[in-house]
């Protein structure tokens, strides 16, 4: 597709999903690493001398020995993948977005109502925005978002759902793996036997409760029209490395059966620019029939970490229909979402 | 209370459910263990000698050198606790029961008529099932059952809020200990890193679908009149030891605000014959206000594990109240419940 | 190499190794899985219906629709991988050796003195042994064994320290993965916040203290000379999946520096012949200089599972040199050894 | 024994084995806690409100309304327990010994040579060593040591096998467990799944591999003798909470066959002086016959966390006798081991 492959900037990379970023974009036919940015203590170092890898295969070689770069200054790349604390992101984000492409995994701007909240497969029509966005805040590149990588669990098999059945009312409980929070982050004195009922003091879950109303919207004249559905969200930190579960009961306007919501859910495909990309699974979402999955060691490295998985789809008591959802917390909810939405910038014609 | 200790048997003790009432009768003011029973393999041996003991105190000397006998052969006792398996229990409880007081932790007979289901805080009042029990079946004993090791974590807070408010509907969400498997249970190379999303094919939620509509029914006229609530439960295996975790939303006829459901929980008190079992904790019910509880490893063990406790009383985006709740599964969940009931059995006179 | 695959059998498919090997040949340059072994309860029926998967990527669908045979009758295949449990191979493998190539994984027949114990990076010499046991027991085929998965972790860096420096004595102390036990192995509720310090009740360590022996002797006229080595091991169970690691100080005939032992293993290079086999890492042992590592998680799947890696190396206050060591347990030491020997088997010529 | 409880400091009172101080002085039965120090965040502040109490019993109602003193600031006490981190306690504990005696966890003054290394069980002799520390220093107080919280569980059941044999060389290989490390101390994502082959960088060995020969030596004139022991430690890092088990392989000057060394184990008194300490466990060391115990989980509880464990006792074919020991590390190996120091100073006379 492309000649030559484009200039990335990570920024933000030596945390736990920089690593994964960069790890990511090692052997990538349409980006290469340009810049890697990070904070004070590790800017005018190698990043291999710096970095506490924590990944599970080694540092590619050729990011180990460039230079990190301060956030702050912004370079002449095509595209910044940002993974950004939510505070530093608040500042950089703009001043990257003001020249080039940000495609950012931090939680600053996601909500903002000019700013893409995207899934590709879910609503790669919020592109829409950035012409917008460009037009009132003066911007020559954009700022594109990716969402809560438990948001990501819940919404991947609720999309089809919604387009078919109307969701209304949705209850999510998740099981969240410990990579979620960073590096270091949890300590093994408090999950190692254990199990916390809440994560970012009710943050998460707020996150949760809101971030699928504006990827399930509709985007009209340039603004999206929130999708109105009520949600609840009770969310637990498990004694797991990678890969968020999320138990999910749901009710909608046309009250499916099992078999109604299994048939629409088997019959997913993503829109048709989606599905080439890079990145891209061959399965958006794998559909398991098997009574005891989607489990995460088993399930999360599905099409590299980038298929969402769902099962027991059943009838519920309560709501209407309930099934498991499962996706790899740190690729497809965090870095690989960043990296997809960037390959959607690229296939769309916004970069180039 | 008592001048002399009762004599005890227990059904099936040398499974896991079976070394907890070893272990928890090894000092009971009322009860002396009389009987150990196991399976063929078993009998005729001393119990230390063919027990796998796993628990994490030594198995008390006494019992240790006590001959395993044949569950089949009714042995003189006061009360037969028992920690037999389903189908095992199906035959031998009611051989048992027509000679003595039996409490059974197995699910074969809990959701028979004539059977009380109790759980002494909540619904002591279905003792008066035992009268026509013994008219119909011609029984000069009585059988008891205490619930499944998930459904208590969920209807200790539920019995007051439902007692205020009136429960209608309810989703309960589990992260369940692997020690409710029984031993061997769950391989250590399915959990380890990993979530299970079902128990028992489904049999666990059934359960937990359908015994609190009992636990929490009236009795009238002999008969239990079941709660019409519905139900719905998602379960899960967790990589921990002990500690079911239930996360619940609820919806009530008169919908409480989170205050008015804190007030009701903290006010919690069991009904006066329960207050001073010996096997009855202090707190029935723990109301925990920091966020991040309760823990499975951090609040198992209160009241000597047979407190339960619930956190995080919030509102609720789709039904109306929502809380995290625990209880030890195999303390307060098993072998402490029937314990318990057994106590109550004598201390309301059935038993002497 | 090869202008068509050879045709190989998986004795014992349905277990937890048989399983790896199946994974491992799915896309295999050399083989062609042609026979799937199994028990009783498994023969007649479609593999992918009777075996529980156990791994993290999914069943190769042709294994899958493969009718399981009886591990009694010998197919007519070129060679035939064993990962039967020790009691069944030793009936099984003479009846396929007498026939074609057998490379077993079973301890059965490891410390017979006409059938080669090999790891071809080590002792690819011992199949000289092959033509005496063809001549004395009649036989068509052959019999190749692969070490015990502790043992390889250690004898990988050993090799090239006893070829320098002549090892004389070594105490090993490992830290065992739960896959090395099979499935469903170790129960979650032994081991979950535990440590078992032992092994098949003495076997493992049995084996540790002898196979080195073999593994490092010399073949003068058709005949293992074991080597002169006091071995002394103590095993432990870890809460980990895969990846055995070996705690290893060592005495030497020539006592080496910490810094010359470092060069000999960094300078260490398999024989010719094995460096290009298919299953052949790019690195056969990889040294570590950082004093954390080789960590279980993260160097457990070097080279895809095949690299042995080593660290730590330092000076021992006790005897001369110390190190940790570790290797994949189920890949590098059981189902991929025995591949690699097969490997080697057609790269001399024995089998093709 | 005593009219009255003595007022007793706890230094660094927030960190992970301050918690452990405050917990096991809750109920005794000599000491009462009149003052708890810690950092300049928590001064002034009530103790239950600032500490990050991470243990699985609830905070002691006294000790959390206590205010939080600068450690600085020498309070009016009859023994001081020091829990800080070795820079504050290397300023810290001389001036507190000025005043009073300090029985200190912290690794600053353990090799100081007028300065007692003590487990009460193994050498109280080092007692002598207080009144030349006085007369040099100075000193009205007097400031006394406990080991490493994995020195201990190995020198347990060497002690009374250097007494009877004469321990000359000594291989140990640990599995710590992550409450070593305080608190937030191991990442979880670091360990979960994962062991890491060293502590401190080497540190953690150091102290193994000295603090032995102290304890074990001699005390001739006032002054410490170092046993001549050759030590080699190689310590790990594993994923359970609490419990450090020791591998043991040592050589001694008579060498004893296991069952020699079994009847000594089995036969170890403490000294008089030292049994009947409110802290001493009914058994010190508990040797197990069964071939794997101990176990972390089932065994570190023992004696309220104060017994040593040993099994597994056996002939090495490098060494002489090879056994597995664990202890409690942050009860006997940290907190239970200074109040038990403590308890000594008060026992023999030298606090009052």
New interface residues.
């Given amino acids: 597709m492309l000649h030559k492959r484009l200039p990335v900037a990570i920024l933000g990379a030596t945390g736990?999903v920089g690593q994964r970023m960069v790890q990511l974009l090692a052997d990538h036919p349409w980006f290469e690493i340009a810049v890697l940015t990070g904070s004070d203590r590790t800017i005018g170092h190698p990043y291999g001398g710096v970095v506490r890898w924590?990944?599970?295969?080694p540092i590619p070689e050729r990011a180990a020995k460039m230079i990190v770069q301060p956030t702050e200054i912004v370079a002449d790349v095509a595209i910044a993948l940002s993974a950004l604390p939510t505070d530093v992101a608040r500042e950089a984000e703009p001043l990257w977005a003001a020249r080039t492409a940000v495609c950012s995994n931090a939680s600053a701007y996601r909500t903002v109502a000019d700013v893409p909240l995207i899934i590709p497969e879910v609503n790669p029509d919020q592109l829409a925005l950035i012409e917008r966005q460009r037009a009132e805040r003066g911007w020559q590149g954009c700022l594109v978002t990716n969402p809560n990588c438990a948001t990501i669990s819940a919404v991947m098999p609720l999309k089809p759902l919604h387009d078919a059945f109307g969701l209304q009312?949705?209850?999510i409980?998740t099981?969240q793996a410990?990579?979620g929070a960073g590096?270091?982050?949890?300590?093994?004195?408090?999950?190692?036997?254990?199990?916390?009922?809440?994560i970012a003091?009710?943050g998460e879950e707020a996150k949760i409760?809101s971030e699928p109303r504006k990827l399930l919207g509709r985007v009209v004249e340039g603004r999206v029209i929130e999708a109105q559905i009520?949600?609840?969200a009770?969310v637990?930190r498990?004694?797991?490395?990678d890969?968020h579960?999320a138990?999910i009961?749901a009710s909608f306007a046309q009250k499916p059966s099992p078999e109604e919501a299994l048939a629409v859910l088997e019959g997913f495909t993503p829109p048709e620019i989606v599905r080439h990309l890079p990145s891209s699974p061959e399965q958006a979402l794998i559909v398991h029939r098997a009574?005891?999955?989607?489990?995460?060691?088993?399930d999360r490295?599905a099409g590299r970490g980038m298929s969402a998985s769902v099962?027991?789809v059943r009838a519920?008591?309560?709501?209407d229909v309930?099934m498991?959802a499962l996706s790899h917390n740190t690729i497809r909810g965090a870095a690989g979402g960043a990296i997809l939405n960037a390959e959607l910038l690229v296939a769309s014609g916004i970069v180039s």
């Fill in positions: 736990a924590i990944l599970d295969t009312k949705v209850h409980s099981l410990v990579s590096y270091p982050g949890v300590a093994s004195l408090d999950i190692i036997d254990n199990i916390i009922p809440n003091d009710g409760e009520a949600i609840s009770q637990t498990v004694p797991i490395i890969g579960t138990l009961a009574s005891d999955r989607p489990q995460p060691r088993r490295d099962g027991r519920c008591p309560v709501l309930r498991v």
